[in-house]
């Protein structure tokens, strides 16, 4: 649900803390060249007592507005802010989407500007210690399914294998783990509210070239967008540090330019001005030919 700009954040913290630092030798693990879903998605047999994964997420996606209203949103515009207070940073964040295609920028002061695209299943991503570069293996795949705006109802689209591994109580609320598992090996576990349905939270390893970053990210207030329930508030608990983020803007079905989707050409970089009020339209960059 919108996990870009909490990833981004994660993200700048590992810039800050590790900056300086060599990139990591280790090749990314390998996944399946493209985000579409199999048609056969293996869903695992819940253990006996345990609910069906399968029928957790279908119900999720209802509690949240439906397939029909979910998949009727084909594009959307998005702004955050983050606030990293114990490390004395904030910032902002900014995302369009059109069918599975993406653009992400988030703005730091003091760290700088790092941004994330994809088109047609290609990502890229740029940030002050690493450069513009092509990614890879699971930090690729991640980047795909951090854009979708319901996980629950597109897990099928980024993932193999759903399977419920326990039940736990947490704030007094009976509370369902699903494993979401991908073909490369990255894992992530969804949690729902047994009783309204509702995403709770989510965790997974995120993976960029300072290493893997454990990272939880926990979701607040729900406010309907064309229908669809969205969190508009979330808490990221990573490896280094805890921060917040807010949805301050979010308009569904805009017009994007797909232009913006692309990668630089590479040795130019981009810099997109970020005026109070952008328009809902992205910019087609300065460096595309």
């Not at 981004?8 to 630092?21: I, P």
């Not at 130019?268 to 339209?281: G, I, S, T, Y």
Request: some cysteine.
């Amino acid at each position: 649900m919108l996990v870009h700009a909490r990833l981004f954040a994660a993200v700048a913290v590992g810039v800050v803390l590790g900056c300086g630092a060599p990139t990591s030798d280790t090749p990314p693990r390998e996944v399946a060249p493209s985000a579409t879903a199999t048609p056969a998605t293996p869903v695992v047999a819940a253990p006996e007592g345990l609910p069906d994964a399968e029928e957790l997420l279908s119900a999720s996606v209802a509690a949240l507005g439906g397939a029909e209203k979910i998949e009727a949103i084909t594009s959307y515009y998005s702004e955050s802010e983050m606030n990293a207070s114990k490390l004395g940073l904030f910032g902002t964040a900014k995302t369009w989407w059109r069918a599975g295609d993406f653009y992400t920028e988030t703005s730091m002061p003091g760290v700088g500007l790092m941004r994330l695209g994809g088109l047609g299943g290609e990502v890229w991503g740029e940030d002050p210690i690493n450069g513009l570069r092509a990614l890879s293996g699971v930090e690729a795949e991640q980047a795909r399914w951090s854009a979708s705006l319901c996980l629950a109802h597109d897990w099928r689209r980024y993932f193999d294998r759903a399977e419920t591994k326990a039940v736990v109580e947490r704030d007094g609320r009976r509370v369902a783990e699903i494993e979401l598992t991908s073909r490369g090996g990255d894992l992530v576990t969804l949690r729902i509210d047994l009783e309204s349905k509702a995403p709770v939270s989510q965790t997974f390893k995120q993976a960029n070239p300072l290493g893997d970053m454990p990272v939880t990210v926990s979701f607040g207030e729900l406010r309907e967008v064309a229908g669809v329930k969205i969190s508009f508030e979330q808490q990221v608990d990573a490896a280094l540090t805890q921060l917040s983020t807010r949805i301050t803007k979010i308009e569904a079905n805009v017009e994007v330019n797909p232009e913006i989707f692309a990668m630089p050409r590479a040795g130019e970089r981009l810099h997109l001005p970020l005026p109070d009020e952008p328009p809902a339209v992205a910019p087609v960059p300065s460096d595309r030919p």
